[in-house]
């Protein structure tokens, strides 16, 4: 059965839709990425040094219908063409926009496209910032009452999880497999909001082992690289600065590295950071980079090897924006030996809709009529 999805999210600072096929059954299902649009807001937020959450709601509204227009138009599903759209219709749209003043002004552009033959309409409804939650959620709902499809929300995170998965067909990248893998398996999961221990006992199930008690490790390195004048988003940056450090220059917090619990905390190690910065009137950043990012990362590997160990698990997922940093992956594949791990295609770490169409075709309840952003929500 061919099966296509449109998925939107907007839980950040990207504006992302993507629309991908499925063909096959359900053992052996071939995918086909038929667009997947990424619209980064990262240069805006980075002169207030991380995302603030009303700028990113105005800046979605900004870029939807374009990022959709573009994302349809790669997908050859764009076609122009006066359209029937009863007044009661326009009217349904217009309040399911209600609350996002400059999408609904722009949204009767989408009035003169024609019906997408697309399945169903998929859409992050957390966790994330709620102002950026909800214009997306909105949108779809427009979306999906203007092309009577069905809306599915998703969790963000299970999404990262999902881009650990995808196998890229080698000579046609738009071509992909899911991988299997065995149960139980163990998702870490580490972005700029989260940093998670995830147990996976069996498709679908999750359970939150372990989470950091204050800041996310994503937060924590763009904090770093704030005190070091290095912008924003701070990960990239900081680990190409590491690379020509010293990762024993100084000798940073591990914190809770010892703890019997697998949580996480970051907080202490962001600040000493900046307590030697005020006692340091020379230093290196470069080597502050790399002992910052050798301790956050010892952190990782070690709570990642005890909750294996501790919950058997026989696969490891990795996900999130963080996962694309390089030392993590070679510290993790050096420690974690003997069993299965999988990391997301480094196009595919930070956030974007590919891994949210995807989420989409593995839930068991598919479509819902009431849909809420919840900035906090948990996998479960
Ligand atoms: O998953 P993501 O794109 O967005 C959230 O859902 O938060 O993650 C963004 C985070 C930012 O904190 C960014 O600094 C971090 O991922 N990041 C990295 C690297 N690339 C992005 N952290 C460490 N090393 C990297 N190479
Ligand atoms: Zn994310």
Redesign the pocket.
Known sequence: MIMKILAIET??D?TAISIIESHGSHTSRQFYVLSNIVSSQAKLHAKFGGVVPNLANREHQKNLVPVLITALKEAKLYKSQKQKISGALMFQCGEALEREAELAKIFPIIFKITKPIIDAIAVTHGP?LEPALWVGINFAKALALLWEKPLIPIN?MEG?IYSALIHQNEKNNSKFKIQNFEFPALALLV????TELVFIKKNGSYKIIGETLDD?V??A??KVAKMLNLGY????V??AYAEKGNARAIAFPRPMIHSANLHFSFSGLKTSVLYYLRDHKKYSREDIAASFQQAAVDVLVAKTKQAIKKYGAKTLIMG???S???K?REEIMKSIPDIQIFFPNLSL???NALMIALAAFFRKQKSATSIRADGSLRLR
Request: hydrophobic share 25%; with cysteine.
């Open positions: 839980s950040c990207e994330g963000h990262h972005s700029g909001g989260h996310a994503g937060e390195f763009d988003p701070g990960g990239p900081i680990s999130g924006g963080v694309a940093n390089k993590l770490a930070g956030d």
